[in-house]
C-alpha cells in the first residue's frame, strides 16, 4: 500500500531539509548569519573606554545618547554605524563592546576605542595593534571557519592627524608625506596581522574631510570655511588606502576586501546639505562656542543643545549623529562602487570564502567637489 503523504509533510520535509542544509543564512534575505568585529576609534567605540579609565567620561552622560534616552559610552545622540551593520546581518542586538565583562560576543564585538590611534600608544585608550592582540586574546570564543567568513570593518587615522596637526602646524610637504606613509604602513601591518589570524574579509574606511569637522573650524578659527591643511592630510592617507588592499588582495591568497569613501561622502552632505535633508553642517548640535564643537556632556561645561538632533550632521565637535550614522550603515551595505567599492557589505559577506577577488579598487573619476561656503546660514546665525 502506497504511503498516504499531505502536502503538509511534504512541506515540512523540505523545510527541515532547507534548514540543515542551509544553516547560516538570515532568515529573508540569504546573507550568512556570521560575526561582525570592528576596530577603530571614537566613531567606532561600542563603550569600550569606560572599561579602560576610571576617570570621568562624557559619553557616559546625558545628552549623548539622547534620541534613545540612554548614554551608554557611544559618542552620538543614539546608535552608531555598527549596530545599524549588526541589524542588517540579522544580530539581535547592538555591537557589544569587547572589553565589557560578560558580553554576548557571538555575533561579534567592538574593539574600537575613543582616542584610539594607529601610531603610539594613546594614554587610557588601545591604538590599532593593541586592539588587534585583544581580538587574538579572545579568538577562542569563535571557531576558525566561523572567523574566515565574518567582517572585519576598521575606522581609524582621524586622531592621529588632529594630533600631527597640532603638533607641527609648520610641517612642510615632505614632513607630511613621511607621517601619512608611517601611518598607512602600520595600518597595512595590523591588517596583514588580522588576516594572519584568520580574517578574510575587511571593510576599511577612508578618512573623513578633517578640516571641515566643527571641532577644527572652531579650534582653527575659520568661521563657515574648512580648514584646508587637516583635508589635504586625510585626501594624502586616503590615496594609499585602495592601493594598499589592492596589493593584499593579490599576494594573499583569499583575502577580500572593500574601502568606503567615507570622505566624499561627508563632502556631499557638508556641500549639499539640504539634499539630504540636513539643516545645518558646520556647527555641532551639542557644545558651546562659535561652532558648538567644544564640551558636550562634560560636567561645568554650559554646552548648549539644538532642539533638534536630526537637523544636524554632527550631534558633537567631531562625531555624527545618528541619522547620520544610519544614512552612512545604508551606503555601506547596499550602495554602489561610487561609494563603497569594488563591492558593498553585503556583496563581501556572501562572497565566497578561499576565493580571490575578481575586481578591484579602482581610482574614483574627480567629481570636482570643491569645498565652498557649505551652509546658508552661519555658525553665528544658527544659534
Not at 584610539?116 to 576558525?144: C, E, H, Y
Not at 597595512?188 to 577612508?206: P, R, W
Not at 577644527?216 to 585602495?242: M, P, S, W
Request: aromatic share 12%.
Amino acid at each position: 500500500m502506497a504511503p498516504n503523504f499531505s502536502l503538509a509533510s511534504v512541506l515540512g520535509v523540505l523545510l527541515v531539509f532547507t534548514l540543515f542544509h542551509n544553516p547560516i543564512i538570515v532568515a529573508g534575505q540569504h546573507i550568512p548569519a556570521v560575526a561582525l568585529f570592528t576596530f577603530g576609534d571614537s566613531n567606532f567605540d561600542a563603550g569600550n573606554r569606560k572599561f579602560i579609565t576610571s576617570g570621568t567620561l562624557p559619553q557616559n552622560f546625558w545628552p549623548y545618547g539622547k534620541s534613545r534616552d540612554d548614554p551608554n559610552g557611544k559618542l552620538s545622540d543614539g546608535k552608531i554605524v555598527p549596530d545599524f551593520i549588526a541589524k542588517f546581518m540579522g544580530i539581535s542586538h547592538d555591537l557589544p563592546p569587547a572589553l565589557k565583562p560578560g558580553a554576548d560576543a557571538s555575533r561579534g564585538a567592538s574593539f574600537a576605542v575613543d582616542s584610539a590611534t594607529i601610531l603610539g600608544t594613546p594614554k587610557d585608550s588601545l591604538n590599532l595593534n593593541q586592539q588587534v592582540r585583544k581580538f587574538d586574546q579572545m579568538r577562542s570564543n569563535w571557531n576558525d571557519d566561523y572567523i574566515l567568513k565574518s567582517l572585519f570593518m576598521i575606522s581609524m587615522g582621524m586622531e592621529d592627524y588632529l594630533n600631527f596637526t597640532k603638533s607641527n602646524p609648520a610641517a612642510d610637504g615632505s614632513a607630511q608625506e613621511a607621517f601619512v606613509t608611517s601611518v598607512s604602513s602600520r595600518l597595512k601591518y595590523n591588517i596583514e596581522m588580522l588576516y594572519s589570524f584568520g580574517a578574510s574579509k575587511f571593510v576599511v574606511y577612508t578618512l573623513p574631510p578633517l578640516g571641515c569637522l566643527p571641532i577644527v573650524r572652531q579650534d582653527f578659527n575659520t568661521g563657515n570655511d574648512c580648514y584646508e591643511k587637516l583635508n589635504d592630510l586625510a585626501k594624502l592617507h586616503n590615496a594609499k588606502i585602495g592601493p594598499m588592499l589592492n596589493d593584499l588582495a593579490t599576494a594573499k591568497p583569499g583575502f577580500q576586501f572593500t574601502v568606503f569613501d567615507f570622505y566624499n561622502v561627508i563632502l556631499r552632505r557638508t556641500q549639499r546639505n539640504m539634499n539630504f535633508r540636513f539643516s545645518l553642517t558646520n556647527v555641532s548640535c551639542c557644545g558651546t562656542g562659535t561652532h558648538k564643537a567644544y564640551g558636550c556632556g562634560l560636567p561645568n561645561v554650559h554646552s548648549k543643545l539644538c532642539e533638534y538632533q536630526r537637523s544636524y550632521l554632527y550631534f558633537d565637535g567631531r562625531h555624527n549623529s545618528e541619522k547620520a550614522q544610519e544614512s552612512f550603515a545604508h551606503l555601506l551595505f547596499g550602495a554602489d562602487p561610487n561609494v563603497i567599492q569594488p563591492m558593498n557589505i553585503r556583496e563581501l559577506i556572501t562572497y565566497p570564502v578561499n576565493t580571490n577577488m575578481s575586481e578591484f579598487w579602482k581610482e574614483p573619476v574627480e567629481r570636482n567637489l570643491s569645498l565652498v561656503h557649505d551652509n546658508v546660514v552661519s555658525a553665528s546665525e544658527s544659534m
